[in-house]
């Protein structure tokens, strides 16, 4: 029976965690429909610079790396458990998926033009 709890919270834990991943969407979403009104503003001639979404991208990045980080380290609780091939696949899977939400979130924080010189608007 304790076992089965425990599959119930891992269960919990993992909605939790998807529920994460689709804020993150929706935080993304958000982003281009601003990025998408100052473009729109800036062709109309109404506004002189398109509105930086960089605020939520960065926020979306940083749910997006925590919540896969929950999901790596789930598949390779599952490899540990049972080393078979459709848990290495998976364990392999999951850590791709957690290395390009890394590399996606540096590009945000450090690469594109404009990171790091100058402190974000509220």
Known sequence: MEDLRGQLREVDTSLMFLTLLVLSVC????????QREGLCRLIAGTAEEVPDPRRLRLTAGAVVVGALT????????????SPTPS???NLWASLFVLAAAVLRLYDLVA????????????
């Open 70 to 81: 929950y999901f790596f380290s789930l598949a390779l609780k599952t490899w540990e458990g």
């Open 87 to 89: 848990a290495r696949l």
């Open 111 to 122: 690469l594109q033009p404009g990171a790091g010189e100058e402190p974000l608007p509220d």
């Open 27 to 34: 935080l993304s979403w958000r982003g281009v429909v601003i």
